[in-house]
């Protein structure tokens, strides 16, 4: 009986310490198993906070690079940032924006920012018309055509052909000799022009010309204020107060040239020579007369994404044949040709030339034969025989900026 009570105890002595060793293993285990847990997710919130400020000085890193060249391309790149490796995408101007993402990659653990930038200088011009006019008027000519609207503060004569519609405001200013194949609203619609959708007049007006359903009202059709406001041009101007280099000068005037150049000033009147490459940088502005010779070529630097580019004169602009004028290459981007002399021959577009809005603040623009225009605003416009305005939709609103590229600014930041 000793023997077997000493058995007895023995074996519970035996129990209780493997059941205590079994129990402090699982807490040792448990405890370990909790620390290697907490120990991996304060790697891993350290990581990812490492992550996070890398893809923000990649963020960092564009905004700079925008600042030391505000017309930068598009471009993607990577950056190490204290052994993370961050992607940066600066993606081509969007209207006015960049949308600017930076993705960092710490070993697995990922973060991704995207801030969107926008030009801190625009000027927004809206042309609602393929022909606006002042008081001059617009006479249209044998074959002569707008493809588009059309709306004159004087009479539109001749014998050319709108396509859409046309609006003269003011009592006493009239329609007549062309036809308007959409409807037409006019003190007065004269014998010899067509009217093929309806025609509004204003009372006391006379309405002898051909037309479709006729209305009349008894309140004077208002003018519209011009799209640029002198002050508009004025400060474009003043963009281009440094002096164009005197090499780049000396090549305008020769033939089979290629010029890069803006924004600068030429002092004085000035004549281009032929086959002449011209590529915009900035706002040129000539102070005298401007004469452009035969099959040029003025476009916009690629750097200027979707904005427009500007070339004034406070002279007369006199266009020889061929000269083709074109944006930068992406939609939205046209090449604006400015002259603020009172002249009737402010602006003569040469045969066969394409591509640019043309503008006086108080002259007249004339548009030769077999010439295509993308947009006519001027106190008159005479279009010669089979001369075309054809209106694109993308000029309704055309963002211009200080050079390719005015400042930036930040509209938002944003990390997923």
Known sequence: MINYTKNEKGYVVLAITFFSLLIMSSVVMSMSFLVANAQKNITNSVKSTR?????????????????????????????????????????????????????????????????????????????????????????????????????????????????????????????SGVTVQGNAMAYSCLSGATIDGSLTYVTGGVHTCTHGVLAEQSEEILAQPPPIPDSQVDGWKSEATTACASADVTKLTQNNKTVSMGPCKITGNITFGNGLNLTLTGTLYITGNLTLGNTNSI???????????????????????????????????????????????????????????????????????????????????????????????????????????????????QDF
């Open 51 to 175: 992550s996070y400020y890398s893809a923000e000085a990649g963020i960092e890193d564009a905004l700079l690079r925008l600042k030391r060249n505000p017309s930068m391309p598009a471009l993607t790149y990577y950056l190490n940032v204290d052994g993370v490796s961050v992607n940066v995408n600066i993606p081509s101007t969007i209207g006015v924006s960049k949308n600017i993402t930076s993705e960092a990659d710490n070993k697995g653990i990922m973060k991704k920012i995207r801030t969107v930038c926008s030009i801190d200088n625009t000027t927004t011009t809206s042309f609602y018309y393929g022909v606006q006019v002042g008081e001059g008027g617009l006479v249209m000519n044998n074959g002569s055509r707008v493809k588009g609207n059309v709306f004159s503060s004087g009479n539109i004569s001749g014998s050319g052909i709108i396509d859409n519609n046309a609006i003269v405001s003011g009592n006493g200013k009239s329609i």
């Open 299 to 413: 476009k916009l630097n690629s750097s200027y994404g979707t904005l427009g580019g500007v070339v004034i004169s406070d002279g007369n602009i006199q266009m020889g044949r061929g000269n083709i004028f074109a944006g930068s290459g992406q939609a939205g981007s046209y090449v604006l040709v400015v002259s603020t002399s009172t002249s009737d021959s402010a602006i003569v577009v040469g045969n066969n030339s394409v591509g640019a809005v043309f503008y006086t603040t108080a002259g007249g623009i004339t548009i030769s034969n077999n010439v295509s225009v993308v947009e006519a605003t001027g106190y008159k416009v005479i279009m010669e025989n089979n001369s075309t305005i054809e209106y694109s939709s993308g000029i309704v609103n055309i963002y211009f900026a200080s050079g390719p590229g005015g400042g930036w600014k930040v509209s938002s930041w």
